[in-house]
């Protein structure tokens, strides 16, 4: 089990970058095999997934929706059988449709049709406005 929180610029102009960032924990020591990412969920639309990346390989995996604009990273650091780390998400020439909940997961695999599949762990979300 690992805990995952949030954070980020709630608002931001069209056309401007944001950054989100998800800091996360956890003690167990299948969490070094996670894969980390992205999803997000439009008002009225079913949450989607955007991007992911491993703990080993450290491989990001884009969606149709991410691919091109959104660039993931991530940053560990192993204490015993404890994991720590930032799961980034850096998202350029933003528009409108991009206004949306973001959310932060950890799961067992990545692929680039679903992002995570099999989410073990949830973050609660940041709002992120694309607004003038």
């Known amino acids: 089990q690992v805990v995952l929180r949030e954070s980020g610029p709630g608002l931001v102009q069209p056309s401007q970058t944001l950054s989100l960032y998800c800091n996360f924990s956890g003690t167990s020591i299948t969490a070094r095999c996670y894969t980390w990412g992205w999803f997000r969920q439009a008002p009225g639309k079913e949450r989607e997934g955007l991007s992911c990346i491993t703990t080993l390989s450290g491989r990001p995996i884009y969606t149709d929706s991410a691919r091109g604009r959104f660039s993931i990273s991530r940053r560990l650091t192993y204490s015993g059988h404890k994991i720590n780390g930032t799961v980034a998400l850096v998202m350029e020439r933003l528009e409108p449709e991009d206004t949306a909940v973001y959310y932060c997961?950890?799961?067992?695999?990545?692929?680039?049709?679903?992002?995570?599949?099999?989410?073990?762990?949830w973050g609660q979300g940041t709002q992120v406005t694309v607004s003038s």
């Open positions: 997961a950890a799961g067992k695999r990545c692929s680039v049709d679903y992002g995570i599949e099999f989410v073990d762990s």
